[in-house]
DNA sequence: AAGTGGTCTAGACCACGTC
DNA sequence: ACGTGGTCTAGACCACTTT
């Protein structure tokens, strides 16, 4: 009869809205702890439940990480366990060495059709586009080009890539706040280019493993795209389906 | 002072097992409602709550399905939505029509050393091999071969394949009752061989992407492995990372 | 001992689907 | 009208960490 709610939102997320709101507004910074359960009910005037429940989604989604009898932090990508929760490539090894990032080049641009729609911005806008090789182990396994929207990385040079010894995310988390939530891959065969084949150090014509990267920051905001060929001779991409 | 409980388990763990065991013994079949969560509550004497979370875990792990107003059921992968859950494989051009699987062979073998291991049986266990081909709107874009313990699959013969005319997991569930739950795909890429190439019509040498996938029934006992080449000329692998 | 998240309970009420 | 899952509350107690 007397349809109450097209749009119905329960009130844990409703909480989760407001605790993001939080969030985005850098209330609370990446490896901090958060109020307690206890006080955001308070604050938002609803019971401990339903903040727990509002929490319990959030840490699904990687935002907040809960530990117990310590409390409830902002996921960080400087923390170890989150450092390359996006890097699937494996050795075969098995050997679990970190990997090294080694920037290259780093230069101003202007984003063409394809940077805007991934990056939701407009064609021109300006960009910057990083170029940089990852290592296991002093072997060159990945080589990428990476697009990023000039204004939200204002400032960021070669020498600022060079001068930073960890991830790229901990990097764009620390020096501009940048939380990375999700992403999508595109990956296909292709075979290696001159160019690759080089960075690689691998014969031209070589199979890769093509994988373009889209990174979303809350509220899906796209912030980052990234292409680039990973060698599959020692390495293997490995993916849980579920 | 006094370490009560070295292994502790929560209630709701316990209850999900209690459950878990329920359908690997064949008490509700996939696709059926099981009981309401009031009557699983009386059933291990626990509150509906405890139950609540029990269920929410596993529908989270894609075990049990809930449907509001309806009840709860045991997924299966004859439904739509389930049905190529595994399959990551999307066209470029966007266009959603289901894949065909084409069964080209099937005999019976002994398991090699590589089968043995992933699949958890003693080398020279007997094994059936299909060979098949993945057509997306008549063009072949994946061959695969599936190694399957005969133990679980007796009386698997290319008839039958032939006779099935949806997705093989929906096979495997309904004639053998085969739950698949979740699986471990290892990616590379490589260069079509002749063999690869006549069967996905593409030239000799083309990068092709190499997927290995173990698939895992109830308490992560593997019961398939698959290797097989993907055509990414006109279909890609999408990943999300969560 | 005190504070945090984690578990468990019991009861009320809402939204959805079916009869 | 009834039964199912979904939300929300309030309170008790457990497990872990810090003081």
Redesign the interface.
């Known amino acids: 009869m007397s349809r109450v709610s097209p749009t119905f939102s329960p009130l844990y997320r409703q909480i989760k809205s407001l605790i993001l709101q939080a969030l985005e507004g850098g209330e609370w910074r990446p490896g901090q702890v958060i109020p307690s359960e206890q006080e955001l009910a308070v604050r938002f005037n609803v019971s401990q439940g339903t903040v727990r429940k509002a929490i319990d989604e959030m840490a ?3 935002i907040l990480v809960r530990k117990q009898g310590k409390g409830t932090f902002v996921a960080s990508h400087n923390d170890p366990r989150q450092m390359f ?2 890097l ?1 490539l494996v050795p075969e090894s098995g050997d679990l060495t970190h990997p090294k990032s080694v920037p290259i080049d780093c230069w101003r641009a202007k984003a063409g059709q394809e940077a805007a729609r991934l990056l939701a911005i407009e064609p021109g806008a300006p960009i910057i586009v990083v170029r940089r090789v990852l290592k296991f182990v002093q072997k060159p396994i990945v080589a990428d080009e990476i697009y990023l929207p000039e204004e939200l990385y204002s400032g960021l040079t070669l020498e600022v890539l060079q001068s930073w010894d960890s991830s790229l995310y901990s990097l764009f988390e620390t020096r501009y706040g940048l939380r990375m939530i ?10 290696a280019d001159r160019a690759a084949a080089e960075l690689l150090e691998v014969d031209e ?1 070589t ?3 093509s994988v373009e ?1 889209v990174t979303y920051t809350y509220g899906d905001r796209p912030v980052e795209w990234r292409r680039g060929v ?1 060698s ?1 001779i020692d390495h ?7």
């Open positions: 699904a989604d990687n929760r996006f699937r999700r992403a999508q891959e595109r990956i296909r065969a292709v075979a014509g199979p890769l493993l990267r990973y599959t293997f991409y490995l993916n849980e389906l579920t």
